[in-house]
């Protein structure tokens, strides 16, 4: 009886715990290797003295993807973490006073919409959120869910639906569309921060974008325990079917083999039947795993890069404003962020992001609390390192900025609370401290993303750095594409699911094989 495939995944963000989870349940042997402490990648927190908080993601979108992923294995989401539902999606105040509140109900948004903006503006909402619907659905499974998109595949869309090409709008950035979709300008800003999502500016991202805020708009669930908490709850289940993950234990070698692949920790070389590397492809094409693994993927998927940021992660009591979950802070003027942005500098006037965590699922909390504050920023050079003066600067721009608009904390966070750009360069080794991979500015910038299966035999990839991009729901779907094109190429089985589609399944099928080779361009 032959032994079972033996597959490596470097890396335990989202989309290799993914990846893991779903070979193991075709009977393959899985190891992983992280170079940090614990599981999560980008879904990593920071110590404060009310407890773990979230330092990086925090908003859990299209929950369908996680019950896939958990289904497919046999098991239920729910038996594994704690999700509830936010009412409010999340609150908006401007410096004039103004503030909205999106929410689940989107009959409740349209209302408030109206009442903050005119009977106007709500209709205007409405029609922009059909827009959304319309594109999301249209381009869910031939790009999001796909293996690997192509124009063929936007094509077909539109020539299924010649019409759809007026809501997509493909010559359009996003701040253009929404000029001609809101007549008021603090609509526009707010529903141009999507562009942000995926790491890019409004001013240059793909008016298709909008169709973010459908997938924001079906539901936002908070977490028990935080984001970090879905990584938790998977390492365990991963390691409960016999996968083994090794912590503190970095990769500095990819090479192939005759048989699949190799990688090399503390000079030894481990083979494996295939290596799924669930880190920045631009560490590929650096070198920084090889000079073998450089060829894997071309640069024009890497690069240009998306954008980075400055994150504060601390807890404190908050004064002034009633916060929800999810708020946002908005700059007087989209330019004076993104304009500086744009040049390599710290925005003069940014919008700011804050997550208060222990406020998840409607929760009321007394006491310290656990916050997230998030300055979108430019990436990093490859040898930027962090300074106090930078951190002191980034810390005096939002602390003011919140305070004009009434928000303070105590105790006031330090500059030891700031994770800065070139700070994630070092978490995450030759992304220049881009959080979302390769920037998404242009209108076929999705498809020039690197997909599961990669030109080196044996070596294929997983999370937001590939197809379908960035964010935990898609690093989650990249995860499927990566144990789909390994099972097919080494013959594995995997268990049969349903084809997710937006609130609800179709027909079941399994993953089987023979296909082309790890190495094939398909």
């Known amino acids: 009886m032959s032994s079972p495939a033996h597959i490596i995944v470097i890396g335990t963000g989202i989309g290799g715990l993914a990846t893991a989870l779903r070979l193991l349940a075709t009977g393959a042997q899985v190891t992983m290797f992280e170079a940090a402490e614990a599981v999560g990648g980008k879904m990593r927190t920071v110590p404060s003295m009310a407890g773990p908080v979230d330092a990086g993601p925090t908003v859990l979108t299209m929950r369908w993807v996680f019950d896939d992923l958990f289904e497919a294995c046999g098991e239920r989401l729910d038996d594994h973490v704690t999700l509830t539902p936010d009412t409010t999606i999340a609150r908006h105040f401007w410096s004039d006073g103004t503030t909205l509140d999106l929410m689940s109900d989107p009959s409740a948004s349209a209302q408030n919409v109206a009442e903050a903006f005119g009977a106007r503006a709500a209709q205007e909402f409405e029609a922009f959120s059909n827009r959304a619907k319309r594109l999301f659905t249209a381009f869910d499974r031939p790009m999001m869910q796909a293996a690997k998109p192509s124009s063929l ?4 869309v ?3 639906d010649p019409r759809i090409l007026r809501a997509m709008a493909p010559h359009q950035t996003l701040a253009q569309m929404l000029r001609g979709q809101f007549s008021d300008p603090k609509l526009r800003q707010m529903f141009g921060r999507y562009a942000t999502y995926v790491g890019g500016s409004p001013y240059a991202a793909p008016s298709l974008l909008s169709l973010i805020w459908h997938a924001e708009g079906t539901g936002v669930w908070s977490v028990k325990g935080g984001m970090h908490a879905l990584a938790r709850a998977l390492h365990d289940l991963i390691v409960a079917r016999g996968g ?8 500095s070698h990819i090479a ?15 083979h494996a039947d295939a290596v799924a590397f ?13 000079d073998t693994a450089r060829t894997a993927v071309p640069d024009a998927a890497v690069t240009p890069r998306s954008l980075s940021a400055d994150v504060m992660a601390f807890a404190a009591i908050p004064q002034g404003v009633d916060l929800s979950h999810h708020n946002v802070f908005f700059g007087d003027d989209p330019r004076d962020e993104f304009d500086p942005i744009a040049a390599g500098k710290i925005p003069t006037d940014p919008t700011l992001y804050i997550c208060a965590q222990d406020r998840g699922g409607n929760a009321i909390p007394s006491g310290p609390e656990r916050f997230e504050i998030i300055m979108n920023a ?10 106090h003066e930078r951190a002191a600067q980034c810390q005096t721009h939002i602390l003011t900025r919140l305070e004009q608009m009434g928000l303070s904390f105590t105790p006031m966070p330090d500059t030891t609370t700031l994770t800065q ?7 995450f080794p030759a992304s220049l401290g881009s959080l979302y ?30 197809h379908p991009g960035a964010g935990v729901p898609m690093a989650t779907l990249s995860g499927l594409h990566a144990a789909e094109a390994i099972s097919t190429d080494l013959r594995l089985t995997l268990p049969s699911r349903p084809t997710v589609t937006l609130g609800g399944t179709s027909t079941a099928s399994a993953t089987t094989a023979p296909a082309p080779s790890a190495s094939s361009p398909s």
């Open 256 to 270: 192939d083999t005759d048989t699949g692949a190799c990688i090399t920790v503390d000079g030894i070389r481990h």
């Open 378 to 387: 430019a990436p990093c050079g490859p040898d930027d390192t962090a300074t």
């Open 158 to 160: 539109v020539m299924k």
């Open 437 to 466: 991979g390769r920037s998404p500015h242009g209108m076929t910038a999705g498809l020039k993303r690197p997909t599961a299966r990669t030109a080196m035999g044996g070596l294929y990839l997983a999370g937001g750095g590939a």
């Open 244 to 251: 083994v993950i090794h912590l503190g234990t970095p990769v």
């Open 421 to 427: 750009p070139a700070d994630f360069n070092q978490l």
């Open 153 to 156: 595949a936007l094509a077909g």
């Open 278 to 290: 669930n880190g920045d492809p631009r560490a590929l094409t650096t070198g920084h795993l090889g």
